[in-house]
């Protein structure tokens, strides 16, 4: 049921119940007022004539009483009869005038007739006289007065409905609107705004609605915006992702190259300058000197690539594995920082993926290159430990600690090692340690997809 025909059928029923208790409450004076005018009536009329027969029939008996009484005629609300000694009806008092020839319906002078009363006089003469209260004129009025009262009462019950009824219709105009409003939000047209509305409730709504759709579609748009930006994120990310392995993929490849086609070409060049510096050395001096010095620079070369080799890409971890690997740079840093303590606990038991691998080998790389060239640290302690669920590595040091601002040196390197962690769908942190240094952690689960 809408709320405009609930809001009408209270209405109604209101006005209709106090049109019942206003009907109520009338009928229930009017008997009250019939009861005490009848009895009154009554009383008096049975005083007066009462009286004045007594001495009518004192003074010229009987013969006298009847004339009186065929002159006076009827008496408001009161019935007089006359009686002879044997039960002979002498006279009826004519019947009323008043609304003669009408009567209230049965259930009306049931409702509002007072108890019959009636008062008997036994006059001189053996005659009797009785006054009997009549209170059909009254109850008459009565329903005449409740007629004209109920005819008014439906007219203006007709009326204030009507009133009512146009009211509610008038003040439940803008709820349509409002709910075609929801409707077209619902349905997506966030840009729809409501009119102005009738009414200061309505209004309030409106302006309530439409703050609450100018809210919606700004969180709309902004996560639709925020959706488009991680959408691009997650590609920048992907796209890193495969610059990355390619990255890696060209340092193995470099790293191999370096080590196999170089490498045997420095090696043949300073295998040819010792042999020209031993034959020509005395011979011809100078042509001995210069082919010492290319053995020489050789040499040089070859320990510089030999050195560079392991940052491109340890090539141990294709042969030695990622223990043995990560004691052979341990070490290698470890002699040319001679003045540092660095210790290395592993436990490799699990099996590890390539990925998995060189993402470790990377944190020990990077944590060891922050602590020795930037956190100025005296103790660098190492440990890998593994088991069937997950590889977990920690690099702590004691140097000054992390800088304060996100663009010193190591920040970039940390957030690569992060995404590279995060690839492999594990975490990475960085917290320092006290009193003072730093501490990497990271952890990679040993899953197929790692």
């Known amino acids: ?167 509610v219709e008038r003040a439940l105009a803008p709820f349509p609107v409002i709910t075609d409003g929801l409707q077209r939000v619902q349905q997506g047209d966030l840009a729809f705004r409501l009119p102005p509305l009738r009414g200061f409730e309505a209004c309030a709504i409106g302006a309530a609605f439409n703050r609450m759709a100018q809210a919606v579609q700004d969180k709309v748009q902004a996560e639709k915006k925020a959706h488009e930006a991680e959408t691009r994120l997650d590609e920048r990310r992907e796209m890193a992702l495969l610059v990355e392995q390619r990255v890696e993929e060209e340092r193995r490849l470099i790293a191999h190259e370096l080590h196999d086609e170089f490498g045997q070409s420095v090696t043949a060049i300073r295998s040819l300058a010792m042999a020209i510096a031993a034959q020509g050395g005395v011979r011809d001096p100078p042509t001995g000197e210069a082919a010492r010095l290319i053995s020489e620079e050789a040499a040089r070369l070859y320990d510089a690539m030999h050195g560079l080799i392991p940052r491109l890409m340890p090539l141990s971890l294709d042969t030695l594995g990622l223990a043995d690997t990560l004691e052979n740079l341990l070490r290698d840093w470890q002699r040319r920082n001679p003045a540092i303590t660095m210790s290395l606990e592993h436990d490799l038991s699990a099996p590890l993926g390539p990925s998995v691998t060189l993402a470790i080998y990377r944190v020990v790389q990077e944590g060891l290159i922050n602590a020795l060239r930037h956190a100025q640290a005296s103790h660098v302690a190492i440990d890998v430990q593994s088991d069937a669920q997950r590889i977990v590595v920690t690099v702590s040091d004691d140097g000054i600690g992390m800088p304060s601002q996100g663009s010193q040196p190591g920040h970039f390197g940390l957030r690569g090692l992060s995404e590279r962690v995060a690839h492999l769908g594990g975490v990475f942190s960085v917290s320092p340690c006290e009193p003072h240094g730093v501490r990497l952690i990271a952890q990679i689960p040993l899953t197929p997809s790692a």
Not at 56 to 80: I, K, T
Not at 95 to 103: I, L, W
């Open 1 to 167: 049921m809408k709320l405009r025909t609930r809001l009408n059928l209270v209405v109604a029923g209101l006005t209709a119940a106090f049109v019942i208790v206003l009907i109520s409450a009338e009928i229930q004076a009017t008997r009250s007022s019939i009861r005490e005018e009848i009895e009154a009536a009554n009383r008096v009329a049975s005083q007066l004539l009462g009286r004045l027969a007594l001495i009518y029939s004192s003074e010229g008996g009987p013969q006298l009483v009847l004339p009186f009484l065929q002159q006076l005629g009827h008496v408001r609300a009161n019935d007089l009869l006359l009686r002879s000694m044997d039960g002979h009806l002498l006279f009826r008092s004519p019947p009323p005038t008043y609304k003669a020839g009408r009567e209230a319906p049965a259930w009306f002078v049931r409702l509002m007739s007072p108890a019959p009363a009636k008062y008997t006089f036994t006059l001189p003469g053996g005659v009797e006289l009785t006054v009997a209260a009549n209170s059909s004129r009254a109850v008459l009025d009565a329903w005449d007065d409740l007629t004209h009262l109920l005819s008014l009462a439906a007219a203006m019950l007709v009326i204030f409905n009507a009133l009512a009824f146009w009211s």
